[in-house]
Structure formats: C-alpha cells, structure tokens
C-alpha cells in the first residue's frame, strides 16, 4: 500500500469517525419530542386567539445590530418549555398569565423574566419551581380568566401571578374602547357589568345592557 492510499484511507476514516461523533450529538442534543395538545387548541380558540402548538420560525428584531432568534412554542403552543398537566410531586407551580410582555417572545425564552424567575427561585430555594408561562399577545385580563377557566386551572397551581401591562389591558377589557380604537379585533366575547353591577359574559352578537 502506497503513501498516498494510506493518506487517503486516513481521510476517509478522520471523515466517518467525524460523521459518526456528529450523529451521536445532534441525538444527544436534539430538541425533545413535543406532542400537540388538543387541550390547548381547543381553549386558545374558544378564547378567539390560536397558536400552533410545537411550532418554530424565527423572530426578526429588525433592530439594526441586533440578531435574530429561533422561536419554540410547546406542546401548549405557549413560550414555555413542554408541560404537562400532572404536577411533578414536591414541586411548587407557579401559573403566569399575561400578554405580549410576559410571553416574551421578542427576546430568547431563557432571557424573559419567567425563566429569570423560575431560575432565581431554584438556586435560591431548596423545593423544586415551575412557572409556566400562560401569557399569550393580545389579549386582555378577560381573556386571560377565560383562559384560566378553561386551561389554566388544569395545571393545579399553587400560586397563580397576574401580569397586567396598563398601556392596553383597560381598551382590550372593553366593547366600546376596542370598536373604537379600531385595531382589528376578532368578534369574541366581552365581560361587562349588568344593571346590577354584577359581571356577566357576553356573546359578541348579544345585546349589550345600555351604559
């Protein structure tokens, strides 16, 4: 056997065995499988706001010098690693519902402060916490109850956080300051105070009690 076929047999080993180290990584490493849940779907969309479970693409900031960032929803189609309904025994839950600024998806999921916190708790506590993130864009504190009602409450959480961002949440909770503003909602339902003061839910076609 020459110098030059030895070489060559080498090179081609060199390649294989590097071919082979790059498989066993990307399975080592490969995101975890992430299952749809059909739970999620159907109360995301009887709240008139849908996102595909498990999907990915990429947030472009369109800020000049700042990078663009791969975005994963969970099997919830939430910002959120995968979760389950089961609570891990000793855990405590924490149930984060809020919109656009704490879902966070303008930025990586491990720079939001839901992980932050989730991260900060863990180092600083001995008993295990999960926060799941239950924030979704868009929506209002009405929105956010029925989600809890429909969703949320299936966590079992021990401590449930409310994160209100006041520079929209009063016209999102509001018939007359959404057609207002005009900006495009969706016929969905709105809470709203009856003659008795009492809070009641409306259907978007209901008629509505006189202010």
């Known amino acids: 056997m020459t110098t030059i076929q030895q070489r060559i047999i080498l090179a081609g080993s060199g390649l294989l065995l590097g071919a082979v180290i790059a498989a066993v990584g990307w399975w080592l490493l490969r995101p ?16 008139q706001f849908y996102k595909e479970p498990c999907d990915v693409f990429t947030w472009d900031l369109a800020e000049p010098g700042l990078p663009n960032h791969t975005v994963r929803l969970n ?16 855990t405590f839950r924490v149930l984060v519902l809020g919109d656009s600024y704490a879902q966070g998806l303008q930025v990586p999921r491990e720079q939001g402060f839901v992980d932050l916190l989730e991260t900060r708790l863990n180092r600083e506590h ?48 509001s018939i007359e300051l959404a057609q207002l503003r005009n900006e495009g909602y969706r016929p969905r339902a709105f809470f709203k105070l009856d003659a008795g003061g009492n809070l009641r839910l409306y259907n978007w076609t209901d008629d509505l009690p006189q202010s």
């Open 75 to 90: 099997n919830m189609g939430l910002h959120d690693e995968n979760v389950t309904f089961e609570k891990p025994p000793g």
């Open 126 to 173: 001995r008993q295990n916490v999960e926060i799941i993130n239950l924030s979704i864009d868009t929506i209002g504190t009405d929105r956010m109850l029925m989600l809890y009602a429909i969703l949320g409450y299936r966590f079992d959480p021990d401590l449930v956080l409310l994160a209100t961002y006041v520079g929209n949440d009063v016209q999102n909770n």
């Open 32 to 47: 975890p499988p992430c299952t749809p849940s059909q739970d999620a779907m159907a109360a995301t969309s009887a709240i």
